[in-house]
Nanobody, 124 residues
């Protein structure tokens, strides 16, 4: 599975951005796709994830109510709509896919396929 993330950029606090993650290759084996982020000097952390079948979602507490993850099965693309952005949302955002089934979607180590990151910068 190959993943291509796009949509990052610079936005003022309170603004919105939408990220896209397009999948290609053996996507039929993919169970879920998620977004993770890594801020300078910090560890990579879970943001949101969605299953391809059933559309089950999970969000980090820090983004609940502000971010929405969705998918388009026909386009093999996952989206992350980010609203009410805060300076602390500044990070490189990565999308990743997993084939492992689990009730929890937030475990980074369950994700085997990773795309390149896209930088999101939120100015105050």
């Amino acid at each position: 599975v190959q993943l291509q993330a796009s949509g990052g950029g610079l936005v003022q606090a309170g603004g919105s951005l939408s990220l896209s993650c397009a999948a290609s290759g053996r996507t039929s084996s993919s169970y879920a796709t998620g977004w993770f982020r890594q801020a300078p000097g910090k560890e990579r952390e879970f943001v949101a994830a969605i299953t391809w079948s059933g559309g089950m979602t999970d969000y980090a507490d820090s983004v609940k109510g502000r971010f929405t993850i969705s998918r388009d099965n026909a386009k093999k693309t996952v989206y992350l709509q980010m609203n009410s952005l805060k300076p602390e949302d500044t990070a490189v955002y990565y999308c990743a896919s997993r084939i492992v089934y689990s009730d929890s979607l937030s475990d980074m180590f369950e994700y085997a396929f990773w795309g390149q990151g896209t930088l999101v910068t939120v100015s105050s």
